[in-house]
């Protein structure tokens, strides 16, 4: 399951804080009944124009991983959950929107599967 989310009209300093983001990714492979593999890794990053700066970070869990982007400037945050096994994507959609305190999110889920599709 690929949970991809691109969320709108947050709050700037949520969005900016690094701390914020690392939380997010430190709590949710729990929540959503994962493994952590890796602790999280948390970065500010400066783009080639003013705007684009932000935080990204990244967890490895074993199944898969977590990834964030924040663009405090633009108000949005994307985040991609990527999982070999199925989990329940609304708690961690509701925490996203309270924690960045976002207007609007974009969610689409992508179906993956572990077994090979049989050819006839």
Partial sequence: ?????????GDPDQLSDENV???ILDRYPEM???????QPTVLEYRGSKPEDWGVSGYVMIAES????H?????RLVWADIFSCKD???EPVLADLRQRFGLQD?????????LEPIPTA
């Fill in 87 to 89: 989990f329940d994507a």
């Fill in 70 to 74: 924040t663009f405090p400037e633009r």
């Fill in 1 to 9: 399951m690929h949970v991809i989310i691109d969320g709108y009209g």
């Fill in 21 to 23: 983001v690392r939380v």
């Fill in 65 to 68: 991983h977590i990834a964030m």
């Fill in 32 to 38: 959503m009944g994962m493994t952590k593999i890796t």
């Fill in 105 to 113: 999110m974009e969610v689409r889920t992508l179906e993956r599967n």
